[in-house]
């Protein structure tokens, strides 16, 4: 089977063999011009070409002498055409094979073929990185799913810790309460424990008063330190954090962060990635055929020169 390639070869050849005739016609004598004339009429009949040896040898004696040699196959029909339009005719393959010439002086294909390399290149980094940060995503998305799922867990313990501060600060009034009765003052626990502790040693025998001194003592500074211990947890963890684990609450960092970072950061990242993969694929494809045609057009350049080398 004939390729593409071979029947454009044999028609660049054809249209160049046909303005070589033209060119040659006026150089021919009026015999030699006959002599075509019979051929040609010969070809397009379909009648028989030439009668005999002799004639042959007399044909080709006489183009040679008038600068052309003819190869006539059948359905050709230069006469039929007209002079004139067969000159019309080369002069316009001359322009086209000029402008072939200017074209190929701009060098597009090495141009292409360059450019080509280098966003090769931004692809294929653009590919890498994609992947990377891929890695980067599900291992984040992963663990702040896994923040998440420990949630109920946290607002366990916020839960126990906001009861058992609860549950202190009542005792810490019952024993402010008790204070105050027994010393018949009224102030607040930090600052009359100091009084309570000094009233007990007062009221124990001298030898066991300073046995046990030293340790009413440190158990005054535990106790004093309660009001503001408690008043602290309350304003910098307990009121600031009022609702962060809650599954409902409108404060709850399911609400306020993660669901925010799963759907405006993490979901559209890991689709940018896609399209970026999707991007890289389509490129690879585009890239093998812009190479293929890129052959193509060596191997046709080479017929192309290689008939021009005919001219």
């Not at 200017?102 to 360059?114: C, I, K, N, P, Q």
């Amino acid at each position: 089977m004939t390729s593409t390639g071979d029947v454009r070869t044999t028609r660049i050849r054809r249209a160049a063999r046909m303005a070589r005739i033209i060119d040659r016609l006026e150089r021919l004598d009026d015999g030699t011009l006959e002599e075509l004339d019979r051929l040609t009429r010969q070809a397009v009949s379909g009648s028989v070409m030439m009668p005999g040896e002799a004639s042959r040898r007399r044909f080709l004696k006489a183009a040679v002498a008038g600068g052309a040699i003819m190869a006539v196959t059948g359905g050709l029909a230069v006469w039929q055409m007209g002079y004139g339009r067969l000159s019309a005719e080369a002069n316009r393959l001359r322009e086209i094979i000029a402008l072939y010439e200017a074209m190929e002086g701009v060098e597009l294909d090495g141009r292409l073929e360059e450019a080509l390399g280098r966003l090769s290149g931004l692809v294929g980094g653009l590919r890498e990185s994609a992947e990377t940060l891929r890695s980067g995503l599900e291992a984040g998305r992963a663990a702040l799913l896994d923040f998440q799922s420990r949630f109920p867990s946290l607002q366990s313990a916020f839960q126990w810790l906001q009861q058992t501060l609860a549950s202190l600060s009542q005792r810490m009034l019952a024993l402010e309460n008790s204070v105050n009765d027994l010393l018949e003052i009224t102030g607040p626990l930090a600052e009359t424990m100091g009084s309570f502790l000094r009233w007990i040693l007062d009221h124990l025998p001298g030898s066991a008063a300073d046995r046990v001194r030293g340790g009413l003592e440190r158990l005054g500074e535990v106790v004093t330190m309660l009001p503001d211990l408690v008043e602290g947890l309350h304003q910098r963890i307990l009121e600031p954090m009022d609702g962060w684990f809650s599954s409902r609450a409108d404060t709850s960092l399911g609400v306020v962060l993660v669901q925010p970072l799963l759907t405006t950061v993490f979901d559209p990242v890991e689709s940018l990635l896609d399209r970026i993969v999707e991007l890289a694929t389509a490129w690879d494809e585009a890239h093998r055929s812009l190479q293929q045609a890129l052959e193509q057009r060596r191997m046709i350049r080479a017929q192309i020169l290689d008939v021009l080398s005919d001219l």
